[in-house]
Every structure is written in C-alpha cells, then in structure tokens.
C-alpha cells in the first residue's frame, strides 16, 4: 500500500509525456485576435464598397450615355451672342438710353481688366486654367471642408457655373448635375479657356437688373470696366454667389465683408501685393444709390427712335443689341433740357401756390415715423431737382421738412414766398402747409431752400440744322416720367403770331414789300362774310397806330396788317403757299383768321418750316437716325443722305433772303429785341407767337446754322395768364439755348442773291424797286374792310360751325 500523503499535501499530477513530431494527436487551436477580426471585418466592407462603386459608376455610364445624345447644342456658344439691349446714343457717343428687361455690355475678353479677372478668379475658381472643367482636388477639398465644419462648400468651376446658367434650370437634382457634368466636359472641349470666361463675365446675373460686370459696374458704380480700382473689382467680384445678400446698394454691410473676404483671397493667389489688399481694403467706395445723373436727358428722343426700330426688327430691336446713332448734339440737347425745365419754372414761381401733393400722419415714435416719411417719399420721388420732403414743422416764418436721405431742411425768407398762402391760418385744409405735408423744394443759387411745386404748365423745344435738316435737341416737355406725351412732336397747337411770317412771304410774291404800307385800323366783318357770327379782331394791346409799313407791321406784330395782307392776296393763294413749308394745308383752312395763326402746327413742324428762310428756301424734312450697328460694331442701316439741291427748293432764294430781312427787325427792334440784345449778334432771326386768350406762348427763330422753336402751354387749353407772351415766356427760353448753342460760332452774313436790290436802305424785288408793286393796303376805306373786299365765298353750311370757332378768336 502506498503511504497516505500528509494533510496539506496537493495531489500532483504526473508531468505530460514530450509529444513528438511524428505524434498522432491533434494540436489545440489558438483564439483569433481582435485585430485579426477587424481586418476581415474591413475586408467585407472593401468588398462591398468596391462592388457599389462598380455598381455606381455603371449606373453613371449608362446614364451619361443615355443622357449625353439629349445634351443642347453648344456650338453656338462659340460666337455667344447674349440678350443685348438697345442703346441709343448721341452724334458723339453718348448714350441717352436703353431699352431691354437686362441691362448688358458684351465685353470681349481681351477688354476686361486684368484686376477684374483676378478677382472673379480668386473667389470662385483660382485652379480655372489649371482643371480640364471639373476640379478634383477642388472637389475633394471642399467635400473635406464640408465634413470638417459640418457645412456646406460648393466646389463649382466657372465652366460649371457657365453650363448651368447657360442651359440648365436652378433645380438641383441627380438628373441635372449628370446633365451639367456633361455640358461641362463638352464646353471645355469646344471652346477656350478665355472663351468661356468671357461668356462667364457677360453672361452672369449681378443684381439691379445687371448682366456681366461691364453693366454691373455702371449699374453700381457709374464706371466703365475698364476703370475699377481693385476695391471696386472685389465688391462686384462678390456679387455671382447671392446678388441679393451681397447687394452694395440694399446690403452694404454683408457686400463689404464680403469684399475684404475677396480681397484677401486675391492677395493669397498671388493677385495683388499686401500692400495692395491693405489700401484696398481701405478704400472708400461711392455706391451709386439713385438714378443716373450722368446721362444726357433725352427721354423723348430715346423714346422716338425706340418706335422707329421697334417698328422695323420687332421684338428683336430690345435683344439683339442695336446701336442706334442720332443726329443728336449732346450738350445741346443738355442746354435744351435745361433751359425748358428753367423756363417753365420762372412761370411757375409767378402761379398760385395749389397746396401739398399729399398729407401723411406722423406717428410720435422715432423710429415710426421715419418709416412713415420714407413710405409717403418712395411714392413722390425726387423729380430732377424738385426735391420731395415731408414737412415737419411749419410757421409763417420758417418751415422745417426731412428729406428721404434723412437730412433735415429749412426754409425761411424768400424760400418761403412762392407757398406764403399756403402759410396762412386762414389757408383751405388742401392748400395749408402742415406737419406731415408732402411739398417740393428748390436749391438756389445762394445755396438756400425754396418751397416750389410741380408744374402744371408743360413745353417743348427742338433745335434743326437748317442746312440739312437733321435734329439737333429736342425736348418733349418738362419730365418723361412725369408726362410721356412729346409735345414737340405729337401736339396741335394754334401758333398764333409766329405764323404770320408765311402770310408775308407770300405777299412778296404778289407785289408787296417791306416798304408797302398798310394801314393798323380796327376791322370789323358782318355775318354775310363769316357766314356765321360777326368777327371783330383786336391787336394784342387793342391799340391801333394808323398806316405803317409792312416792316413795321411785322416787328410790331400787328394783327390787324396780317388780316389786310392776307385780304388782299387771298387765304386760298396763302393756303397754298404755306404747303410749301412743309405745313398740312388741311389744317389752315384758307380764312381770314389764318393770318392770326388760328391753324394747326407741332414745334418741329414750325422749326423745319423757319429752316426754309434759314437756308435761303430750301425744304428740309427733318432726321433723326444716322447709322444703326450691332453688337460688335458693324454697321447693318445708314439711311441715305437728306435730299438737297434745287429740288427741294421751296421758295425763291431772293423771297427768303427778304423774309430774313424782316425776321431780323423782329429781334432787332420788334417784339423780340432782347434776342440780339442779349445774344449780342445780329445775324438772329426770329417771331414771337401769342394766341387768343395767351393759350399758347411761341418762339420760332434761328441763326444760319440752327434753327429753334419754344413753345409753353396747358395740355388742356387755358389762359396763361393776361399777362403772359411768347415774348416773355418763350423768348427767354430760345435765348438761353441759343447762348449755348451759338458759343463760338461766327457771325454770318448773308449774300445778297439775285434780283434783289436795296433802295434807300430797304429791299425790294428788282422788279418792285421803283413803285411797281403794291404801295399801299387799307388806307383808301378808311380801314373797314367791306365784304366784297374779302376774295372767297362764304363757308358752305358743312363747314360753318367748324370756321365759326376761327372766327371768334
């Protein structure tokens, strides 16, 4: 028996046997690591991505291929011709409008400045010239930038870019970014690098109604592109991404931190120096924030032409980027549009004050209250220099108003006098000037304020050059905006007085002269040769001074000659005469009160008709248009030259060379001798006009080389005023012009033509010189003129209620 073991004692097991290589018994399996299971983890996952990214891209290629036979044509892109608008400029270039829904300047790459390039690069795409369209390492950064941030950066070429404004819609979906993808590829591999950042640069929307940067820098900044400053080509560089939120003019804060944000970028690709970024950064820019003060005002002309090349392209004239070329003279045009809006303004200030044009309630807070004066001013904008202000606070004596910029106004002393009756406490609720009055001030020349008014009253002016005809200023009336009708154009008007010279030259060719007398007594004329009511016309100042001669009778401006002239020749023989003119015929009916201008003329009619004794009696029909261009330049219309020689002749050379003889009495000596008295000239011509009742107010004149016609009047007829003439009204607005317009031109002479002869000091035909023509009219009747006297019938009964108005003015 063995021994027992002694208490404590472990019962040890024998020790294994060795095993030996040649064993039979299987060894024990170790346990697999953890890192042993996350590499077949990792390897399940490999497997899977790799045959979902095969899976994907076999997805891609089938839809690229179905997708690729559906993309546009881009070939056109190759000559890109975007939506242009129409301009319309001056003889010199300057531009006095457009008409188009984008406002947009095609800029040739080669034309953009290097700064603004730069700086479009910078921001959107530094890699542009290095990717083949699509910016991997753009993409993978951004998508990197993304995950990092847990936001959103867009990784977009500007060849993307150009595809998707180009030709895609804004949605975002997998079918569009497979279609962009493509249209991508496809534009890198049809154009240039510099091809598509041209179309880039022209094509993308920039806020304010501005495509491509050219518009946009004179949307924003009155620049042309070629003269941004590295401040300015940053704010505008940061305008693709948001035009809205980055917007100078609605969002100056977020532009401008945008803008240092470009500014640096410029300077981390190498664009700009650090001192560069550093003063552009502090660079004060001027926002333009209202309307382009810059432009010539020639609304009306701009107008004219847009109706006369709509009516030739259609549609096509606001897209295809026409230049049309007029004969317009840029500061003529400016002084024109200057001397009207003066003009009408004297007028104005002699006119009762007709109250506020509105009456808004002022809350008492602060903060209210400048949003109700800037909510009562959007819907009375500034109107030239009539500025709008909202009055807030009003006494006898002083008037305290704020402007929409929020800049307070006062006005005191004579600033307040064309408004004293609407100061006073016994002032109509309409009329009285108030706290929350909408009222109109002035800038005068003393650098005060003056309270004013919006015209009523409204005028026109156009200036022809009467060698061929071609319009040189024209102004429709006091404010496009305000009154879109062109009264130099469109408006009938009685010309009253000025008419009168056509009557005489007609009389010259049936023997008067200057120097026939006629006699200035009263006429009187019975129903039997009316055939209507009896007819008693008066001279202006209802004076008559006897027997004069037909000089006399001119300068003076003596209705009651023109009748005796116009009785003795006939109205049949004066109406075709004046057809000669350029006059509707239609419109003077051949009666006695077409000697008193009681027809029918618009202002450019009357200047084309004074051109005929300014060009010694040729018919000129006035032009506007010179050459019509594309985009690029090239000429595609030229309307021939006017036509000239004998003709177009209208009258004799000898009958205009004695018409001017007496047009220059006129403002010599006669109705309108402030004309060479202010102009300090001789060679002026011209007639003032007044019609019945002061309804209208006419100057019809001219130099040899450009003639002018002013008119003023109500568009619904009505007395000017009992004292107001075309002399104290028109005049003054002809004479500003011509001021101007005249300023270096040399004074002219006229040659005496043939078959004219001067007799102590006056001219006569050859033929007439010695008593041969008509010596006297009026005298031999005591100067009541009798019915037979009068050389036509009386009216048929169709006519005669239409004639009888004539007759009573």
Known sequence: ???????????????????????????????????????????????????????????????????????????????YRPKLPLRVYSAEGALLGEFGEERRNLTPIAEIPKVMKDAVLAVEDARFFQHGGIDYKGVLRAG?????????????????????????????????????????????????????????????????????????????????????????????????????????????????????????????????????????????????????????????????????????????????????????????????????????????????????????????????????????????????DLLAAVVLAAAPN???????TGDQIEITGDGLKPAQSGLSDKAPPNIRIRPGAVIRVLKTPKNTWEITQLP??????????????????????????????????????????????????????????PATVINDAPLFFGAGVTGGQPWEPKNYDGKYDGPMSMRTGLAKSKNMVSI???????????????????????????????????????????????????????????????????HKGRVISEPPPPVSGEQSRAIAARNAFVMDSLLQEVTRSGTAAKAQATLKRPDIYGKTGTTNDSVDAWFAGFQPTIAAVTWIGYDTPRNLGSRETGGGLSLPIWISFMERALRGV?????????????????????????NAGVASVGLEAGGVAAPAAVPQAPPPSEERNRILDLFRH
């Not at 040659?751 to 007439?768: I, L, R, T």
Request: charged share 20%; aromatic share 10%.
């Open 564 to 630: 005796r002239i116009l009785q003795a020749i006939g109205p049949k023989t004066a109406q075709d005469w004046v057809g000669r003119f350029g006059f509707d015929v239609e419109k003077h009916p051949a009666y006695l009160p077409m000697a008193l201008g009681t027809g029918s003329v618009t202002p450019l009619q009357l200047a084309s008709a004074y051109c005929v004794f300014a060009n010694g009696g040729y018919r000129v029909n006035p032009w506007l248009i010179t050459k019509v261009t594309d």
């Open 144 to 384: 990197l930038a993304n995950v990092g941030r847990l936001g959103s950066q867009g990784a977009s070429t500007i060849t993307m870019q150009v595809a998707r404004n180009v030709y895609l819609s804004s949605e975002k979906t997998f079918t569009r970014k497979i279609y962009e993808v493509l249209l991508t590829l496809k534009l890198e591999n049809l154009l240039t690098k510099d091809q598509i950042l041209e179309i880039y640069m022209n094509q993308i929307y920039l806020g304010n109604r501005a495509y491509g940067f050219a518009a946009a820098s004179e949307a924003y900044f009155g620049t042309p592109l070629k003269s941004l400053s590295i401040a300015q080509a940053a704010m505008l560089a940061g305008l693709p991404k948001a035009p809205s939120a980055y917007n100078p003019i609605s969002n100056p804060k977020r532009a401008r931190v945008r803008q240092q944000y470009i500014i640096e970028r410029m300077r981390e690709n190498g664009f700009i120096t650090p001192q560069q970024a550093t003063e552009a950064k502090q660079e004060d820019l001027k926002i333009r924030t209202g309307p382009d003060n810059t432009r010539i005002h020639a609304e009306y002309v701009a107008e004219m032409v847009r109706q006369l090349i709509f009516i030739q392209y259609g549609n096509e004239a606001y897209t295809r980027g026409l230049n049309v070329y007029t004969s317009l003279n840029a500061v003529q045009q400016e002084t024109a549009y200057n001397a009207l809006r003066r003009g009408i303004m004297d007028y104005e200030r002699r006119q009762q004050y007709r109250g506020p044009e509105r009456f808004v309630a002022l809350p008492a807070a602060q903060q209210e209250m400048e949003d109700a004066i800037d909510d009562a001013l959007a819907n009375h904008p500034d109107n030239g």
């Open 746 to 770: 040399p004074v002219q002479e006229p040659d005496v033509p043939a078959g004219v002869v001067n007799v102590g000091g006056e001219w006569f035909y050859e033929e007439y010189a010695h």
């Open 398 to 404: 002083k008037i305290v108003a704020a402007r929409a």
């Open 456 to 513: 009523e009253v409204e005028g026109a002016l156009v200036a022809l050059d009467p060698r061929n005809g071609s319009i040189r200023a024209l102004v429709g009336g006091f404010d496009f905006n305000k009154n879109k009708f062109n009264h130099a154009t469109q408006a009938w008007r009685q010309p009253g007085s000025s008419f009168k010279p056509f009557i005489y030259s007609a009389a010259l060719e049936k023997g008067f002269t």
């Open 1 to 79: 028996m063995r021994d027992p073991q002694p208490a404590g004692a472990t019962c040890r097991s024998p020790p294994p046997a060795k095993s030996s290589a040649k064993s039979d018994t299987h060894p024990v399996r170790a346990r697999p690591t953890w890192s042993r299971q996350v590499l077949r983890i990792s390897g399940w996952l490999l497997g899977l991505t790799a045959a979902a990214v095969a899976g994907l891209a076999l997805t891609i290629a089938v839809a690229l291929s179905a997708a690729y036979p559906n993309l546009p044509d881009i070939s056109e892109l190759a000559d």
